[in-house]
């Protein structure tokens, strides 16, 4: 079995002003997102007592979020932990039934869905849990972890030709395949996780939500994994939603990039404009986080540190969420909540998206989303409505 190249694969960038079929705002005139959410809230409701019990309080985990994936593109989602990224791919696949709002599938509205119906659609959106050690059932032998999908949904009635199909998904993902009858204590933790992939794979889906899949394993094998992955993206021609926190991995894997903060995203845009010039205060200081591999640069650049905790989703503060911790805010951040507008930002490869009032005063305003807090479709000036 050959060893995977030491360094994650790093796709090739357009030179400036052009953009690419599926990554940044270039879609085919009238191509339907693969999918789309809209208005998305998961709240958790907090119970107090045991036998009578009344509600205290609900965290809201994910609080009006709107976006598109296009086929065949990757979206980061990226942002502190605790901002409700998992929460969304679980919400996309009805993991966690969602509070309030719509997901969308295809044209197929999900939360219409129940029994032999939402089986049939999950079938071709599958997800990679990020902890390689709880995601796997330690009383199953892998070969029946990765047979389950195909089973499940009666890819492949036979036995012997079912098995040899697990052992073909174990080789693709660089296992070996006469490890089908070992026990997921037996491996590694970057060999689980690429056995969470074949599962993933078995049902031949169409879009993957990976929630942060590298964040349990170690740098070198960070780099194994996400080759592998970007190489079954290609081969099969999937459509990811990535969730990480590691900005310089979203940014190697993604065609665009929306930033969340405490359940709502507060950017959106491609790769290249958010790297090179984020707008929000929020994006702007995750990007300041990441360390330059050049010391004289590094010691040049300016840094904008965030002070403060991220506030509780059980009681977020008024206005803007962000306001308790940006170094920018004014006072009309405190009491009125940023809606989430197109930017009418010169220079940019595709269309840019933020939640500030500071980016609104200084860029101005194309139209304004139709949700406060996400990004959907976007009424222009002359009462079109197109897709981004």
Not at 4 to 32: C, I
Not at 360 to 373: K, L, N
């Amino acid at each position: 079995m050959s060893a995977a190249p030491p360094e994650p694969v790093v796709p090739p960038r357009l030179p400036e002003g052009e953009v690419s079929a599926t990554g940044v705002n270039a879609v085919a005139a009238g191509e339907r997102p693969l999918v789309e959410v809209r208005r998305l809230k998961v709240h958790f409701p907090i119970y107090k007592g045991t036998i009578f019990q009344r509600r205290v309080g609900v965290v809201r985990a994910v609080d009006g979020v709107s976006f598109s994936v296009r086929r065949g593109e990757t979206l980061g989602l990226v942002g502190e932990s605790g901002c409700g990224k998992s929460t969304v791919g679980r919400a996309l696949l009805q993991l966690h039934r969602p509070t309030d709002g719509a997901v969308k599938f295809d044209g197929v509205d999900m939360a219409e869905l129940r029994g032999t119906a939402l089986r049939q659609v999950r079938r071709r959106m599958q997800i990679i849990f990020q902890d390689p050690y709880a995601s796997l059932n330690p009383r199953m032998t892998v070969g029946a972890i990765v047979a389950e999908p195909i089973e499940t949904h009666g890819l492949e009635p036979d036995k012997t030709r079912r098995m040899r199909r697990v052992q073909e998904l174990m080789d693709r993902v660089g296992l070996d395949p006469r490890w089908v009858r070992r026990y997921p204590h037996e491996f590694s933790g970057g060999q689980r996780q690429r056995i969470g992939i074949a599962r993933a794979l078995a049902a031949e889906p169409e879009f993957i939500v990976a929630d942060e899949p590298l964040s349990a394993l170690d740098v070198s094998i960070q780099a194994q994994i996400l080759n592998l992955l970007q190489e079954i993206k290609k081969e099969r021609n999937l459509t990811y939603l990535f969730i990480a926190h590691d900005l310089s991995v979203v940014r190697h894997v993604s065609d665009r990039v929306a930033v969340m903060y405490l359940g709502k995203i507060v950017e959106l845009a491609s790769y290249s404009d958010i790297y090179r010039s984020p707008l929000h205060p929020y994006t702007q200081a995750l990007i300041g986080a990441v360390p330059i591999p050049d010391p004289e640069v590094e010691e040049r650049r300016e840094r904008q540190v965030l002070k403060g905790e991220i506030p509780s989703p059980l009681n977020p503060p008024s206005g803007c969420y962000f306001h308790t911790r940006c170094p920018k805010a004014i006072d009309r951040c405190r009491f009125e909540v940023p809606k989430f507008v197109h930017i009418r930002r010169p220079g940019a490869l595709g269309d840019h998206f933020a939640a500030c009032h500071l980016v609104t005063e200084h860029y101005g305003v194309v139209a304004a989303v139709e949700s406060g807090s996400g990004s959907g479709p976007v009424q222009d000036a002359d009462g079109a409505l197109r897709r981004f």
